[in-house]
């Protein structure tokens, strides 16, 4: 009996070797039968290895690191992770991060959907002169927007101030940003000017997409134009909705240009204009602390994920419950 089991231990491995050995050969007869494919893509995996997977390894090791950028790294473990939600700045600096996000995504969806469902039901020429010109905003970088914003909104010779005190007829000379109040509207208004136009394109051609023999349908069955708003066309625009929501996500929580340029890089009073994106770039290139730096953009990619998760989530219990 164990002779018998031994043989058979003994035929299974070399059957098992056999296999291995018969994958290898196909392996190596792929690779040499399309070596020029694998040529040309070689040198996008190699410059992506370089400049992207060891850049996001590196920084995750930093993460857990104390280190200025020139002097050797030191392990602290978690320190700088615990350090980060025990310190006031960095929670003020998160709670600007998710008002901002939140004022702005909720802005820019909502005036695009709008802006959308009336071009795609009322207007019937033209739609893809709509796009363009909507679409313009983004050829304009956000410095640019962030200075414009800033000219605008000046104290003595701003278009605002001036246009306020024609209205109430004697000269006004607010100063926006001294208390800092206004500094995330601003923020959000041009998050708003910039990203509409794109969020309704998507929106367009999302309502596009939906068979108009659905509408008519609806209206022959005598549904208002409410209803099949709410039963029909919302539904049916969910999946769209999810793009704009996580694209809008990652955008809001990573912002840094227009804060930046519009409080020239300190944050505003007290901080009140200072995002995560901005906090990361001072932590890092201000106070070179380049591990915590490192914790704070780690941060940034778990909320990105969770409020992700939690936009499928809501996606998927939607389309179960219809």
Known sequence: MQTQTKKYAATSSLTLERERRVERDRLFKRIRDNWTFYVCVAPFFILFAIFGAYPILASLYYSFTRWDGLSQPIFVGGANYVNLFRDPTFLKVLTNTIYVWLGSTIATLCLAFLLAFLVNHY?????????VVFLFPQLVAPALVAIIISTLFSTNAGLVNTLLGFIVGHKIEYDWFATGVWLKPLVILMIVWRWTGWHF???????????????????????????????????????????STVTATIGGLQLFDEPYVLTNGTGGTLQLGTTLGLYQYQTAFQDFNFGLASAVSYIIFALVVVFAILNFRLVRSDDSGK
């Open 201 to 243: 394109t998507l929106f367009l051609a999302g309502l596009q997409t939906i068979p108009t023999e659905v509408y008519e349908a609806a209206r022959v069955d005598g549904a208002a134009g409410r209803h099949i708003f709410r039963f029909i066309t919302v539904p049916l625009m969910v999946p769209v909705f999810l793009v």
């Open 123 to 131: 207007v019937s020429r033209f739609r893809t002169t709509f796009r």
